[in-house]
């Protein structure tokens, strides 16, 4: 035979078998050529600095240095003349700006009906230049530069505390040169303030206290020593000055006026000038007036010196904060 089992006859091929799983991956292939270079693109926004978006908020910066005190500003400050009866001009308290330093001037004189003064504490009684004529008496019909009734009257320098020959030094004559007038007339200062002075006045003969809230002041005149190297007081505190008297007409200083408060007790307060010549007031027709103390000596009168014992006395003040306040500087 054949070998072929007659049972199981030939019979056609089947259908195709499931697909298989996938084989393991191949290797890498080689590398492709390089594709072609591309289109140039439309060119893009241009973007400054002044139109660049703007970035991410920044940290906090650290703290600046303190700043300069402002400055204050008053509309209506109030401007004081202070007299240091001394050929050295004083000094504008601390917190004050000074305008001008000058002479001390008191009245005009035009003759027996015609006087008018300068209240010592205002700006007005502070001459920035001496001059012996400085006014002119004028008609409808013509003015005149020079009568010879017209006098001029000056703050004359104090004596020195105790200095009982300082009026026999005092030149008789009368006087022109600068050199004298420089040496006998008062200087001034002029000073701008927003605080207001007050002044006290004790009825005693002992400085009085500043009133509740208020310190005495430093006396503008402490940088001028005595010509006796008598101590020269710290503080303002004074002798109540009221008025002097030149032939019956009277001019001084108001009471609440710091002006009123004179730190040199003098017997001859003023200096009368004419066209010619200047001459220290020493006669009984020229007179200054001091407020008294509640207890007056038993005599009727004392040698100036000795009078002290029955002239009031008087202190400036001021509130404390003043020192610290400025005016600002001016514009323009």
Not at 38 to 47: I, Y
Not at 75 to 89: C, D, E
Not at 271 to 278: G, N, P, R, V
Request: charged share 20%; with cysteine; hydrophobic share 30%.
């Amino acid at each position: 035979s054949s070998g072929i089992n007659a049972e199981w006859p030939l019979r056609p091929g089947g259908g195709p078998g499931a697909q298989g799983s996938a084989g393991p991956r191949g290797p890498a292939g080689a590398p492709g050529i390089g594709g072609l270079k591309g289109v140039q693109g439309p060119a893009g926004a241009n973007l400054g600095i002044e139109n660049c978006p703007g970035g991410a908020k920044g940290e906090p910066g650290k703290s600046g240095l303190p700043g300069k005190a402002a400055e204050n500003i008053q509309l209506n400050p109030y401007i004081v003349a202070f007299h240091s009866q001394k050929n050295v001009a004083p000094k504008c308290l601390e917190g004050m700006t000074e305008l001008w330093t000058g002479y001390s001037f008191m009245f005009v004189d035009a003759g027996q009906d015609n006087k008018w003064s300068q209240n010592l504490g205002s700006a007005g009684s502070c001459m920035r230049e001496f001059r012996r004529e400085i006014f002119a008496e004028c008609a409808y019909d013509k003015c005149f530069r020079y009568s010879g009734q017209h006098k001029t009257n000056w703050l004359a320098v104090a004596a020195d505390p105790g200095d009982v020959d300082f009026v026999r030094s005092l030149p008789r004559g009368g006087f022109n040169t600068q050199e004298k007038i420089d040496q006998y007339i008062s200087r001034c200062v002029v000073c701008e303030t927003i605080f207001k002075l007050v002044v006290v006045h004790s009825k005693t003969t002992e400085n009085p206290y500043c009133p509740e809230g208020y310190d005495p002041v430093l006396n503008p005149s402490r940088h001028i020593p005595n010509g006796n190297g008598a101590r020269v007081e710290e503080n303002w505190h004074g002798y109540s000055f009221w008025q002097v008297s030149s032939y019956n007409f009277g001019m001084g200083a108001n009471s609440e006026s710091a002006a009123s408060c004179l730190t040199h007790f003098s017997p001859t307060p003023i200096a009368a000038c004419e066209s010619a010549s200047c001459k220290i007031a020493m006669t009984d027709r020229t007179r200054n007036f001091w407020q008294m103390s509640q207890y007056p000596a038993q005599n009727d009168y004392e040698d100036f010196f000795e009078s002290t014992s029955y002239i009031s006395r008087c202190t400036v003040c001021r509130r404390p904060e003043a020192k610290d306040f400025k005016m600002g500087p001016r514009m323009g």
